[in-house]
């Protein structure tokens, strides 16, 4: 529950206003965090025991061995089921939606396909790793009753697969927390991003991590504009390698950042850059927009769904660095062009409620996984 990411953040907004409107609610889930709390405003927390995979260890995962989560569901006998994915936690909720007689909801988050590409380096198992995710996903995902896609886009890849009775959860963002006004008397933090270089052009990418964001690619704009400088915000297992790869390079990584300091580090930038091609959604993109940041972002997965080319932000050709650098200068050169997408992205952002989405959650796609169960 502590795990700071961006379909965290959604969960945690969506418990807030079903909490806001009357629902009863319990969250099952395992973490192990010396930190980690025992409710969620007012909202019970029952946590089970977990493990950590070699490759992710930021991440706790669970199958529920000792049945403390079933247990847990008979004293609460909820109406309906929701459930995370992808994560070994998926199965047992199968199992305990049908034992005890409950739609199940299962909301699906990170795009297997394409972690099994990046994260599994020989050719032929590669191909084995991607053939078993393409698999698998319809047939864990169609035992749910509805299944949840964070993007338009990702429902039609899921479609593609063989998944049926898929929805889009409606994204939302919090333009409250973030927010332009955070740029006001805001040298401090901006001294801070640039390693004591105010004045130089800022990009800013904000994330986990890891090799599937292809961070690395970020370089090529700093060796074709070195004046600029470049923050990194969050953290990963790719932090390390990245560090030395960037050495030498005008590049400052803040590690992890929360609450009004990261806030203030969103409004301090003059650009907002994520290469990943792997985004389901791309919370932090939404939370530059909402900051009046206008984004450079690969044009793949849900990135195309939110943000309108030359509008709101740029899109670069995915896995061009040379197209990449060419946006991110042209936004850098023209300070009227940057206020004015900065502008647009944060209007567009206005539009996209946390209160709407859980509403639409609440009383329509909940309802359709009960009637789906019937």
């Known amino acids: 529950f502590t795990h700071v990411s961006g379909y965290s953040n959604r969960f945690k907004e969506m418990l807030r206003f079903l909490k806001e409107g009357g629902d009863n609610?319990?969250?099952?889930?395992?973490?192990?965090?010396?930190?980690r709390p025992s409710e969620f405003l007012d909202i019970p927390i029952t946590y089970v025991p977990g493990f950590r995979l070699f490759l992710y260890k930021q991440v706790q995962l669970t199958v529920d061995i000792g049945f403390q989560g079933f247990n847990r569901l008979k004293q609460f006998d909820p109406d309906l089921i929701h459930v995370a994915a992808p994560g070994f936690f998926v199965a047992p909720a199968i199992a305990y939606s049908r034992v005890l007689g409950k739609p199940l909801v299962i909301s699906y988050h990170t795009h297997l396909p394409v972690y099994a590409e990046r994260y599994v380096p020989i050719p032929g198992?590669?191909?084995?790793?991607?053939?078993?995710?393409e698999w698998i996903l319809p047939t864990i995902l169609n035992w749910g009753d509805l299944t949840l896609a964070t993007s338009p886009q990702l429902k039609e890849q899921l479609e593609a697969l063989g998944c049926s009775n898929v929805d889009v959860w409606r994204k939302g963002i919090d333009t409250e927390v973030f927010n332009p006004k955070y740029n006001v008397s805001n040298l401090e933090m901006r001294a801070a991003l640039t390693d004591g270089h105010p004045s130089a052009p800022l990009l800013l990418y904000v994330g986990r991590i890891g090799a599937e964001k292809n961070i690395k690619d970020i370089r090529e704009v700093l060796r074709s504009i070195p004046e600029a400088r470049l923050a990194i915000v969050g953290k990963g297992p790719a932090e390390d390698e990245l560090k030395e790869y960037f050495q030498g390079t005008n590049t400052k990584f803040m590690g992890l950042m929360q609450g009004e300091a990261l806030s203030r580090a969103y409004a301090s930038a003059d650009?907002?850059?994520m290469p990943s091609e792997s985004e389901t959604l791309g919370f932090v993109v939404l939370e530059s927009m909402a900051s009046?940041?206008?984004?450079v972002c690969a044009a793949a997965g849900g990135l195309i769904n939110l943000v309108s080319d030359d509008r709101t932000g740029c899109l670069f050709r995915p896995g061009d660095p040379a197209d990449m650098t060419a946006k991110v200068r042209r936004l850098l050169d023209d300070a009227q062009l940057r206020a004015?997408?900065?502008?647009?992205?944060?209007?567009?952002?206005?539009?996209?409620?946390?209160?709407?989405?859980?509403?639409v959650l609440r009383n329509l796609q909940y309802t359709k996984a009960e009637r789906n169960y019937k």
């Open 271 to 273: 650009v907002f850059v």
């Open 340 to 359: 004015a997408m900065g502008q647009a992205g944060r209007e567009e952002t206005l539009r996209w409620d946390w209160r709407a989405a859980t509403s």
């Open 25 to 35: 609610i319990e969250v099952i889930t395992p973490d192990d965090s010396a930190d």
């Open 125 to 133: 198992l590669k191909q084995l790793a991607i053939g078993f995710a």
């Open 292 to 295: 009046g940041v206008p984004p």
